[in-house]
């Protein structure tokens, strides 16, 4: 299938560590925040999303934290896996409006 | 079906030919949303739907882009005599209230 993102920021982890993917959000007023996983040749598919009243927020083996002093969120992935291969990208939104901003991107590579 | 479906998923065509793209959206989902996904890329926004009404069309790059929407489901987004650089993947997403945008697996469109 087609590559995406093939110039993107490039995280390798071996199997079984944890992995820490990072974002940078650009609207302060943002209080609504999604995780992206996009394998090759597919479309994005939701993991995690969590709301500015939040810092922490957990799902099965990932985690989102969001640091609204610094305008940072991460994604923490635990014991990554070979199918966690894919291109993660972050999604803000303000106040329930219709605008989303995406980020662009990191390929995560797991080796085996 | 339980998520987005686009059709087709692959489309070759030559320079000067128009194309239709089609997204069926996930029932009940009243926000949808066109983008554009080229290699190497963040998605592009092109359009935005509320039922069928687009109050944002300020992303479709130029005349020859259009797109509507019926009966507050299924979307076209047609391209009129395309040119080699709308190759891309253009993908469509769904959303209700303030839940994740969900997205289908995209039409990767090719002129030749």
């Known amino acids: 299938g087609e590559s995406v993102g093939l110039h993107l920021p490039t995280l390798s982890v071996q199997e079984g560590d944890n992995s820490i993917i990072n974002c940078a959000y650009s609207n302060s007023a943002s209080d609504y925040f999604i995780w992206y996983k996009q394998e090759s040749g597919k479309g994005p598919q939701f993991i995690i999303d969590i709301r500015s009243n939040m810092d922490k927020r957990q799902g099965q083996r990932v985690t989102v934290l969001l640091n609204k002093t610094v305008k940072h969120l991460s994604l923490q992935i635990a014991a990554t896996q070979p199918g966690d291969s894919a291109v993660y990208f972050c999604a803000e939104n303000k106040g329930g409006t219709y605008k989303y901003i995406f980020g662009t991107g990191t390929r995560l590579k797991v080796l085996a | ?112």
């Open chain 2, 1 to 112: 079906g339980a998520g987005v479906s686009q059709s087709p998923s692959n489309k070759v065509t030559e320079k000067g030919k128009d194309v239709e793209l089609r997204c069926d959206p996930i029932s009940g989902h009243t926000a949808l949303y066109w983008y554009r996904q080229s290699l190497g890329q963040g998605l592009e926004f092109l359009i935005y739907f509320q039922g069928n009404s687009a109050p944002d069309k300020s992303g479709l790059p130029s005349d020859r882009f259009s797109a509507e929407r019926t009966g507050g489901s299924v979307s076209t987004l047609t391209i009129q005599r395309t040119q080699q650089e709308d190759s891309a993947v253009y993908l469509c997403a769904t959303g209700q209230g303030a839940s994740p945008l969900h997205f289908g697996n995209g039409t990767r469109l090719t002129v030749t």
